[in-house]
């Protein structure tokens, strides 16, 4: 009977760990605790600065990701224009209370034309870090087609 208290103990110390872990500094047995995405207090939040400039590099295989940060919440392809390329300004929304329905309908389309011609398909992956006021955040790691990364941003989702 004694022994399986005893090996409860662990488990219980990582939990109380993680639960109170209040460090800006990456540890990963509390990054893997915390996983779920509806936590809006996840401690994963604290620790993404230093998980960004002293652990994420350009070129780290995704194999060592995995071993890193575990099962990311989501991995898939998505279509996405490249970071820093801006639609121009003749796609803009903000005037459309001064256009015609036909107008708006062409824009409309205008916009996805843009999107469609500029779009890449990316490979990300999706690992929850806590939340906003009031949407989930993620890191975003992209990667190249060998399967290494090469980009590293936090999303509002």
């Not at 994963?44 to 099962?71: C, E, V, W």
């Not at 824009?107 to 906003?132: A, C, F, I, K």
């Amino acid at each position: 009977m004694s022994y399986k208290v005893f090996k409860f103990i662990p488990v219980i110390l990582l939990v109380s760990c993680s639960m109170f872990y209040d460090s800006d500094k990456f540890n990963r047995d509390v990054w893997l605790w915390n996983d779920d995405m509806t936590d809006t207090w996840n401690p994963r939040a604290k620790m993404t600065s230093d998980l960004l400039q002293n652990y994420l590099r350009p070129g780290i295989h995704r194999d060592s990701i995995l071993l890193l940060l575990g099962t990311p919440y989501l991995e898939r392809i998505e279509n996405r224009t490249p970071r820093g390329l801006d639609a121009p300004d003749s796609l803009s929304f903000f005037n459309l209370d001064s256009l015609s329905p036909k107008e708006r309908e062409k824009l409309v389309d205008d916009v996805n034309e843009w999107h469609r011609s500029n779009s890449q398909p990316d490979t990300l992956m999706y690992y929850p870090v806590g939340w906003s006021t009031i949407d989930p955040r993620f890191l975003i790691i992209k990667f190249k087609p060998d399967s290494t990364a090469y980009e590293f941003w936090i999303e509002q989702s």
